[in-house]
């Protein structure tokens, strides 16, 4: 991705994140068009997200509506110089999600969703590319220092929202042995990227 | 935790509860007293936004999933993107009812993949068949350079199509009047109307040829019932050139 500018001269694909988060703030600004935009631009990623933790379709839908209203109401306090617009946005997907499961109205399957696979996505948005790109390579190559039990624990948790208890039964260790990675894995991640 | 590896944090470190928070791992009334942390705690607040900026990241391995087209109705619904029933004099007045009195438009407009709301606009109004004049588009700004409004007009039909960005009421006992102001002449009203929603306006015949790239719409302030001298009487609260897409 060496090809993007910091400091974009023409219209490459570094605009389309400009664009994201300027529509975000526009969007914060009460700006109803932006709002379409950033929804046709976000939406199928952010189901994806939301179907991933919630394991089902209609649970999925309403936390996506809850999730664009709450945009609608708080993109005033998104701020460019914290976060892309894409990770904001993906936070505000998750907590919905979490919250739904907090709420009891959803009941998992306490076994992974094996049909998702791996979740790569192989034909990824150029705006995906370009949001948060510096974040993402930091994110990776620290993750890449930490072992394989830590590293999985850290991305399985992100992908299913699931717990330390559910960690701990898919992967058939005490409760005490799973948290231990984890944090230790986070402790150490934080150290990585704040380097 | 065992104290015996080298990662081990610290005795005096803290647990990593805002990125546990982040990530979910707690559930039940731990989540809830970390929810509560992150309102009242500035540093904490802090914390969970360096993990949600930095393992937000992972969501590009998220495959997109598709969405139905009714998700965007709700939103637009519960977020006031009502269409109202038009307000505007004379030529538009057969346009009431139809496709504003559902949520087409802004159904249309969620279905539509383009980036830019200008060109989703005239998507929905018209897929042409034969090449015709292309549509003109023009973001109607305040003075502070705001985007207040987005028009836009398909020289087939004569067909205008406001719609507010932001709330714009006019004042008490006044409305707005949209104007075309052709290129070196003098406006011409296109009717009041209640910026509360989208408006739909049928430019007469006779103007449309006025209406081309860099003429401009603007919209004024005017007592009810609009200007009484033909020409636009109170302030000019947004304008903007018209462009062909």
């Not at chain 2, 398909?154 to 052709?182: F, S």
């Amino acid at each position: 991705m060496a090809f993007y500018s910091p400091l974009p001269m023409t219209m490459t694909r570094s605009d389309a994140s400009i664009s994201l988060a300027a529509r975000l703030q526009a969007v914060g600004r009460g700006d109803r068009a932006a709002l379409a935009e950033v929804y046709n631009s976000t939406s199928p990623k952010l189901m994806g997200v939301c179907l991933r933790i919630l394991g089902e379709r209609s649970e999925a839908e309403d936390v996506l509506q809850e999730t664009y209203v709450t945009v609608w109401r708080r993109a005033g306090t998104f701020d460019p110089a914290k976060a892309s617009a894409i990770t904001w946005l993906v936070a505000v997907a998750r907590n919905k999600a979490l919250d739904r499961i907090r709420s009891g109205k959803v009941r998992r399957a306490s076994t992974p969703l094996e049909d998702a696979g791996e979740i790569v996505d192989p034909a990824r948005s150029a705006l995906d590319e370009v949001e948060g790109a510096d974040d993402r390579r930091a994110l990776i190559g620290c993750l890449e220092e930490l072992d394989d039990d830590q590293k999985w624990s850290i991305r399985t948790a992100f992908f299913d929202g699931v717990t330390y208890e559910e960690l701990a039964a898919r992967r058939g260790v005490p409760l005490g042995t799973m948290k231990s990675w984890v944090r230790r894995g986070l402790m150490k991640l934080r150290g990585c990227l704040e380097q | 935790m065992s104290p015996k590896t080298t990662d081990t944090p610290e005795p005096g470190d803290e647990l990593p509860l805002a990125a546990e928070f982040v990530l979910g791992l707690v559930q039940g009334a731990e989540r809830d007293a970390l929810e509560k942390r992150r309102r009242d705690d500035y540093r904490f607040a802090q914390d969970v936004e360096f993990w949600e900026a930095r393992l937000g990241t992972l969501a590009e391995e998220v495959k997109p999933a598709d969405v139905p087209a009714h998700i965007w109705d709700r939103i637009a619904e519960e977020v006031g993107h009502k269409p109202v029933p038009l307000s505007v004099s004379s030529a538009a007045k057969e346009q009431r009812g139809g496709i504003w009195q559902s949520l087409n438009f802004w159904r249309g407009l969620g279905i539509a993949s383009s980036a830019l709301a200008a060109a989703s606009l005239v998507l929905v109004l018209r897929t042409p068949q034969a090449p015709p004049p292309p549509s003109l588009v023009a973001s109607l700004t305040l003075t502070d350079g705001k985007s207040a409004f987005m028009a836009t007009v398909d020289r087939m039909t004569g067909k205008v199509m406001l719609m507010p960005a932001i709330d714009t009421p006019a004042p008490a006992d006044h409305t707005h009047e949209l104007w075309l102001v052709p290129v070196g002449g003098t406006p011409q009203s296109l009717g009041t109307f209640v910026a509360n929603g989208p408006v739909l306006v049928k430019m007469p015949d006779d103007m449309m040829p006025h209406a081309g790239t860099d003429a401009m719409l603007a919209i004024s302030v005017e007592p009810m019932g609009g200007s009484t001298t033909g020409a636009p009487t109170g302030p000019v609260v947004a304008s903007g050139k018209m462009h062909e897409l």
